[in-house]
């Protein structure tokens, strides 16, 4: 069984970057999409992106395109969320995820999960 661990989150003014990754161990990640889900207070858990299996292909939600950059390094067994110009509504805890199929933002199709890292935006 594939396990995820996410790291990087932290507190960061707004304008502000943080990279967060997401280790996977237990198994290659490289058959998988991977994609990062955040989860701020009191709401619903949202797609934040996606990447599939070879790195070629990535999926954003429209609130971070141009700001967030998803990536994966498969001889690490490793996924990226560089996130850049940060704003207060970009808190929460971020997640990885792993499924196997298409390439999308449903988050009940995701098989693996990591136990999430806090992004805190401050304005």
């Known amino acids: 069984q594939v396990q995820l661990v996410e790291s990087g989150g932290g507190l960061v003014q707004a304008g502000g970057s943080l990279r967060l990754s997401c280790a996977g161990s237990?198994?290659?990640?490289?058959?998988?999409?991977m994609g990062w889900f955040r989860q701020a207070p009191g709401k619903e858990r949202e797609f934040v992106a996606a990447?599939?299996?070879?790195?070629?292909?990535?999926k954003y939600v429209d609130s971070v395109k141009g700001r967030f950059t998803i990536s994966r390094d498969n001889a690490k067994n490793t996924v990226y969320l560089q996130m850049n110009s940060l704003k207060p509504e970009d808190t929460g805890v971020y997640s990885c995820?792993?499924?196997?199929?298409?390439?999308?933002?449903?988050?009940?199709?995701?098989?693996?999960w990591g136990q999430g890292t806090q992004v805190t935006v401050s304005s």
């Open positions: 237990r198994g290659s990640l490289s058959t998988y999409v």
């Open positions: 995820a792993s499924r196997l199929g298409r390439m999308d933002g449903s988050a009940a199709e995701y098989i693996y």
């Open positions: 990447i599939s299996g070879s790195g070629i292909m990535t």
